[in-house]
């Protein structure tokens, strides 16, 4: 696996996901966005909430769960209950591949989880904190 190569391939799909968000957003309120990994280590998405989608979410979930306040924050910053989960996935395609790649040949998944969220920063915070959202 080439590491250098998939750095660009995940910024570039980093990168392309976020600049599509605005388009999606028509005009909700962003209030969180990340990278995530699967558990396997075998992909990565990016993640995005509004405070409509929040809202909608909580309120749905009410109607069957107790919402203590621990499960309305699990539910505002829990990516796997948003809006956007794995918005614009298509961009990741290619990085993805190499990632399962690199699962099935025995990379320990730790050690590449660490490596995606250490560059989740790098990716969005430096690409777009000058820019403002």
């Known amino acids: ?7 660009e391939k995940l910024r570039a799909a980093t990168i392309a996901a976020f600049d599509a968000l605005p388009s999606a957003l028509e005009g909700q309120r962003l209030y969180a966005i990340c990278l995530q990994t699967a558990d396997d280590g075998m992909g990565v998405g990016f993640c995005a909430n509004t405070e409509e989608g929040y809202v909608e979410k909580r309120a749905s979930e009410a109607e069957v769960e ?5 499960y309305s924050v699990y539910m505002r910053w829990a990516p ?3 809006r956007y989960e794995l918005f614009g996935d298509d961009h990741f395609a290619d990085v993805n591949g190499d990632f399962t790649a690199a699962s099935l040949d025995g990379i320990e998944d730790l050690a590449l989880n660490r490596w995606v969220f250490g560059k989740q920063a790098e990716f969005i915070l430096l690409r777009k904190t000058a820019a403002a959202l």
């Open 1 to 7: 696996m080439d590491w250098s190569t998939d750095v």
């Open 66 to 70: 107790d919402m203590t306040p621990e």
């Open 80 to 82: 796997a209950e948003w």
